[in-house]
């Protein structure tokens, strides 16, 4: 059987020039990054256009190590769309090398639904990991400058500086660093670390603003931290937006690459969706619905988590209009939610299988709540049975959703017609209009425990002493209606990562809030969740290599 990037570089890869031609763009617009990928100028967003076109999500049931393959259904169902006579656009995240030299070893679909060239997508693409990453260590650098001058300083107190510098790798090491030693030439010491890039507020910024004044407005709104007399520092108060909005100035532009079959696909910005908003920038799904009938996009994680920040913060702050939900499911998956161990994953369980329902079906109540009967996407893998995918549908059937056998990851477009056919139902079938889970006016308290009882299916909160406080500075600091954008494992629909199915009775417990106010969300943690992964024991970078003729192989 051919490997993902076996059967990547066997594809003749087209023109982007070519790609562009079928989204009607002129090749004028295109800033080529080489022949095959190209970035595309926020000028050509054509709100009413936007209005017009119909937006498709993808999500899935709580992921498991072995893989529920979101990115994939989302290429496969965007190239069935096409063969079925609808002018489609696949818009996701740019991969981090966190996941693809850790546990993933690529993020770029699977089978004969990938993106390409995938090979630059899930390394250096067009560099905007990078430049995410130096605007956010300049504001690091600025920090630590203004605290050692003596001139224009401005009495930022160390001891509550929350902003630390990025790095877009897998590095536990650096979690936790003490920077600033070997002399007063060198700094002042202090207790700081590093995030990865994908965690960064630079990141989610980039992914919210609407436009290259707005993102220099947000950057500029970027908390720091305060003055030994209690006033709060923002990175405007260290004048730090202009030049962090120049390094962002062409990363803020969305990417234009290709499927295996030549559909469009637009690829632009990756917070993670554990710890951040989960889903690709605005500006880039906008740009798909200005030049396609339908867009299918992803959500990272499960509903409870991107699908959940997909509505309640980017679709409110981009005024988005959702026509349809895809929940991902798969056989394994719910058998391993079921009680089955990951090494018998291969083995028929019809028992394990049934066990696994409640968590599909908390799923399916979690889109219910934003008006949305979602459509099943039954992954299929090899060892599926027929028995267990009879089993599946019959579930879905009782539970009054669609549900189509998906085969994109080995037949490409061919393999997800009978899901794009249904999408096109659900999407006939609407609901008239989103309405948020939470109004912003709302207290925090009550934001967080909505989203805790009804998505996570939680009992109640609990916040420890710290969380308290934290939300109180930052109610004083008059950003009480911010959105909020809880940070937990995405292991669980709770916040312990060791509760399969659909756990009940549980207390969702919030240990720390940080305060993100140039994306406007604060970010409540729950459990052990951390913003700098690190290795797994035995890690994708070890499998990746490079031939004498330069020809990557080990991606996947």
Same mark, same amino acid.
């Given at each position: 059987?051919?490997?993902?990037?076996?059967?990547?570089?066997?594809?003749?890869?087209?023109?982007?020039? %070519?790609?562009?031609?079928?989204?009607?763009?002129?090749?004028?617009?295109?800033?080529?990054?080489?022949?095959?990928?190209?970035? /595309?100028?926020?000028?050509?967003?054509?709100?009413?256009?936007?209005?017009?076109?119909?937006?498709?999500?993808?999500?899935? +049931?709580?992921?498991?190590?072995?893989?529920?393959?979101?990115?994939?259904?989302?290429?496969?169902?965007?190239?069935?769309? &096409? $063969?079925?006579?609808?002018?489609?656009?696949?818009?996701?995240?740019?991969?981090?090398?966190?996941?693809?030299?850790?546990?993933?070893?690529?993020?770029?679909?699977?089978?004969?639904?990938?993106?390409?060239? =995938?090979?630059?997508?899930?390394?250096?693409?067009?560099?905007?990991?990078?430049?995410?990453?130096?605007?956010?260590?300049?504001?690091?650098?600025?920090?630590?400058?203004?605290?050692?001058?003596?001139?224009?300083?401005?009495?930022?107190?160390?001891?509550?500086?929350?902003?630390?510098?990025?790095?877009?790798?897998?590095?536990?090491?650096? $979690?936790?660093?003490?920077?600033? /030693?070997?002399?007063?030439?060198?700094?002042?010491?202090?207790?700081?670390?590093?995030? +990865?890039?994908?965690?960064?507020?630079?990141?989610?910024?980039?992914?919210?603003?609407?436009?290259?004044?707005?993102?220099?407005?947000?950057?500029?709104?970027?908390?720091?931290?305060?003055?030994?007399?209690?006033?709060?520092?923002?990175?405007?108060?260290?004048?730090? @937006?202009?030049?962090?909005?120049?390094?962002?100035?062409?990363?803020?532009?969305?990417?234009?690459?290709?499927?295996?079959?030549?559909?469009?696909?637009?690829?632009?910005?990756?917070?993670?969706?554990?710890?951040?908003?989960?889903?690709?920038?605005?500006?880039?799904?906008?740009?798909?619905?200005?030049?396609?009938?339908?867009?299918?996009?992803?959500?990272?994680?499960?509903?409870?988590?991107?699908?959940?920040?997909?509505?309640?913060?980017?679709?409110?702050?981009?005024?988005?209009?959702?026509?349809?939900?895809?929940?991902?499911?798969?056989? $394994?998956?719910?058998?391993?939610?079921?009680?089955?161990?990951?090494?018998?994953?291969?083995? %028929?369980?019809?028992?394990?299988?049934?066990?696994?329902?409640?968590?599909?079906?908390?799923?399916?109540?979690?889109?219910?709540?934003?008006?949305?009967?979602?459509?099943?996407?039954?992954?299929?893998?090899?060892?599926?049975?027929?028995?267990?995918?009879?089993?599946?549908?019959?579930?879905?059937?009782?539970?009054?959703?669609?549900?189509? /056998?998906?085969?994109?990851?080995?037949?490409?477009?061919?393999?997800?017609?009978?899901?794009?056919?249904?999408?096109?139902?659900?999407?006939?079938?609407?609901?008239?209009?989103?309405?948020?889970?939470?109004?912003?006016?709302?207290?925090? %308290?009550?934001?967080?425990?909505?989203?805790?009882?009804? =998505?996570?299916?939680?009992?109640?909160?609990?916040?420890? +002493?710290?969380?308290?406080?934290?939300?109180?500075?930052?109610? %004083?600091?008059?950003?009480?209606? /911010?959105?909020?954008?809880? *940070?937990?494992? @995405?292991?669980?629909?709770?916040? &312990?990562?060791?509760?399969?199915?659909?756990? $009940?009775?549980?207390?969702?417990?919030?240990?720390?809030?940080?305060?993100?106010?140039?994306?406007?969300?604060?970010?409540?943690? *729950?459990?052990?969740?951390?913003?700098?992964?690190?290795?797994?024991?035995?890690?994708?970078?070890?499998?990746?290599?490079?031939?004498?003729?330069?020809?990557?192989?080990?991606?996947?």
């Amino acid at each position: 059987m051919k490997t993902d990037i076996e059967i990547a570089q066997q594809v003749t890869i087209r023109p982007i020039a %070519e790609i562009a031609e079928k989204l009607c763009i002129n090749t004028d617009k295109l800033e080529l990054y080489g022949k095959y990928k190209a970035k /595309l100028p926020l000028s050509l967003i054509d709100d009413e256009r936007v209005k017009n076109a119909k937006l498709i999500l993808v999500t899935a +049931i709580t992921p498991t190590p072995a893989g529920e393959g979101k990115t994939t259904t989302s290429i496969g169902l965007a190239q069935a769309l &096409n $063969r079925i006579g609808k002018k489609t656009t696949v818009v996701l995240r740019e991969p981090s090398l966190g996941p693809v030299f850790g546990i993933k070893g690529g993020a770029a679909g699977g089978g004969y639904s990938q993106v390409i060239p =995938m090979e630059d997508i899930n390394l250096h693409f067009t560099g905007d990991m990078s430049a995410v990453e130096k605007a956010n260590n300049l504001l690091s650098a600025l920090i630590d400058n203004n605290i050692q001058l003596n001139e224009g300083n401005l009495g930022i107190d160390p001891r509550t500086i929350e902003w630390k510098r990025v790095m877009d790798m897998n590095e536990r090491s650096l $979690r936790n660093i003490i920077i600033g /030693l070997g002399g007063p030439s060198q700094g002042v010491p202090r207790e700081s670390g590093f995030n +990865i890039t994908a965690a960064s507020e630079v990141m989610a910024i980039l992914c919210i603003a609407k436009d290259l004044s707005d993102l220099k407005k947000r950057l500029g709104d970027i908390f720091v931290g305060y003055t030994y007399r209690g006033k709060p520092v923002f990175a405007r108060d260290l004048k730090a @937006q202009g030049a962090m909005t120049a390094l962002l100035k062409d990363a803020i532009k969305p990417n234009l690459v290709q499927t295996l079959e030549g559909t469009p696909a637009i690829i632009h910005g990756g917070p993670f969706a554990n710890i951040a908003q989960g889903t690709n920038s605005i500006i880039a799904t906008k740009m798909g619905l200005t030049f396609s009938d339908y867009v299918v996009t992803e959500a990272g994680f499960a509903s409870e988590l991107g699908a959940e920040k997909f509505f309640n913060i980017k679709s409110r702050f981009g005024n988005l209009h959702t026509n349809a939900v895809v929940i991902v499911a798969t056989i $394994r998956a719910l058998k391993y939610h079921g009680g089955l161990k990951l090494s018998e994953m291969h083995k %028929e369980d019809l028992a394990a299988l049934k066990n696994g329902f409640e968590n599909l079906d908390k799923h399916i109540e979690n889109m219910r709540y934003y008006g949305f009967n979602p459509v099943i996407s039954i992954n299929k893998f090899d060892a599926d049975t027929s028995a267990e995918i009879d089993l599946l549908k019959e579930h879905c059937n009782s539970q009054n959703v669609l549900v189509a /056998l998906n085969e994109s990851w080995s037949k490409g477009g061919e393999g997800a017609i009978e899901l794009a056919n249904l999408v096109v139902n659900a999407v006939n079938d609407r609901p008239a209009g989103l309405k948020p889970l939470y109004d912003l006016e709302w207290s925090f %308290e009550k934001k967080i425990e909505t989203i805790a009882t009804k =998505m996570y299916g939680a009992d109640h909160v609990e916040y420890t +002493i710290l969380a308290k406080q934290q939300l109180k500075k930052i109610e %004083e600091l008059g950003l009480g209606n /911010l959105a909020v954008c809880i *940070a937990k494992t @995405q292991k669980s629909l709770s916040d &312990n990562e060791h509760k399969k199915g659909c756990p $009940r009775g549980f207390t969702f417990k919030i240990r720390e809030v940080e305060l993100a106010s140039g994306a406007g969300f604060i970010v409540p943690i *729950a459990g052990t969740i951390m913003r700098m992964p690190g290795l797994p024991s035995n890690p994708s970078a070890e499998k990746i290599d490079v031939d004498e003729n330069g020809k990557i192989s080990g991606l996947f």
